[in-house]
């Protein structure tokens, strides 16, 4: 899968012109959509077929500072999956340097109820697992 690329708006940044940590979030997210569009199966496609996927739990460690206009290239890949939630990692870069490590745990869910993304999504849940390998 090919990374995600972000370039650090001017509104994401503090006073100093550093990238604000709360954005760090928003950016996994973008890379995640994108990694899952990149796979066939993005949010559209599940959402259209009645499934969600909330986020449980957000890790992130924050190694270097980045400042407007960084370009930030942002890794998506399966740490830990089972049929009923998925732990994605996350390690954003700028030249070659890491800037920020970070993990999301999700669910999936049908109608408000849990919901077998293996049973569900078969094709979908192979491809993770591949990646996952």
Known sequence: MKPYVHTVRYYECDGMRVTHHSNYIRFMEEA???????LGYG???MEAEGVVSPVL???CHYKRPTKFKD??????????????KMR???EMTVDDQV????????CFLENGRP???????PEFYSLLMADNG
């Open 32 to 38: 995640r959509i994108d990694w899952m569009d990149q």
């Open 43 to 45: 949010f559209e496609r």
């Open 57 to 59: 739990e957000v890790n």
């Open 115 to 121: 919901v077998s993304l293996e049973k569900r999504f």
């Open 71 to 84: 370009t930030i290239n942002i890794r998506v890949r399966v740490k830990e999956m089972s049929a009923l």
């Open 99 to 106: 800037v920020c490590t970070a993990e999301s745990l999700h």
């Open 88 to 90: 994605f990692e996350y």
